[in-house]
């Protein structure tokens, strides 16, 4: 069953993000910070959609999408004294953290390929990369990987979207496997997002015109 999270939900997420993706900033801000303030307010958050994979009563995956991903780094550094604590606990484990987040803090760079047929769009009515949702974070428990759930989590969060007449959603992979996984999905890549010396592929998904 995929159904919207709920508060009881926040542990299981919590860990699944953490497992899932380590390497990236939330997690490595510590299980603690996920569980404790930033799934409480995403669950609750009008600005999101957060969806969950239930078997046989357990939670085994997650797809957060994002309506204004500006308004939720917002909303995140409501929790700025959180943060803080949560990077100078990190800081001797992890000794680039302290970058990492203040690469989080300043405004990425996007760029796109001028070439594309979606910057002519752009010009015709699309809005700006900025105004999209964002496929946020996707998740899959590693046992019950590779059985469709991540597809299935992926296709439900943007049939929601397209309800709620929202005509196309970015993505920016992780890693490879996510970039090809977000490909086979009908994603196309359209640039990329530079934050200091880490650049991300910017992915788009669009609904097809009828
Ligand atoms: C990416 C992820 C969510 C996919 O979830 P999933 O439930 O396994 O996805 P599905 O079963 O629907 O589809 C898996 C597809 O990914 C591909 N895939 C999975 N692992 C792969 C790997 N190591 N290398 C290449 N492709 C891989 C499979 O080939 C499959 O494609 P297919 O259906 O054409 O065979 C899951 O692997 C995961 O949680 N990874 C860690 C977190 C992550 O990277 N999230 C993306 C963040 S942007």
Redesign the pocket.
């Known amino acids: 069953m995929i159904r919207e999270a709920v508060k009881s939900d926040i542990e299981a997420l919590a860990r699944?993000h953490s497992d899932?993706?380590p390497h990236?900033l939330l997690p490595r801000l510590g299980e603690e910070f996920l569980k404790n303030k930033f799934y409480p307010m995403v669950v609750t958050s009008e600005n999101t959609l957060l969806l969950v994979k239930e078997l046989g009563g357990k939670v085994v995956?997650l797809a957060l999408f994002v309506y204004d991903s500006r308004c939720l780094e917002k909303e995140i550094m409501k929790h700025k004294a959180s943060l803080g604590i949560a990077v100078i606990k990190r800081i001797f484990s992890d000794h680039r953290i302290f970058s990492a987040a203040f690469r989080r803090l300043c405004s990425p760079k996007i760029r796109t390929d001028k070439t594309e047929e979606f910057i002519e769009s752009s010009k015709n009515q699309m809005p700006a990369i900025s105004e999209m949702p964002e496929?946020y974070?996707?998740?899959?428990?590693?046992d019950?990987?590779?059985?469709?759930?991540?597809?299935?989590?992926?296709l439900k969060g943007l049939s929601i979207l397209q309800k709620n007449d929202e005509s196309a959603c970015i993505?920016?992979?992780?890693?490879?496997?996510?970039c090809?996984?977000?490909q086979?999905l009908g994603f196309r890549n359209i640039g990329r997002e530079i934050r200091g010396p880490n650049e991300r592929p910017l992915m788009i998904f669009k609904k097809e015109k009828v």
Request: aromatic share 12%; glycine share 8%.
């Open positions: 699944i899932s993706l990236s995956g496929f974070t996707l998740a899959v428990l590693p019950f990987r590779n059985k469709g759930i991540g597809t299935e989590l992926t993505a920016k992979p992780a890693s490879h496997i996510a090809s996984f977000f086979k």
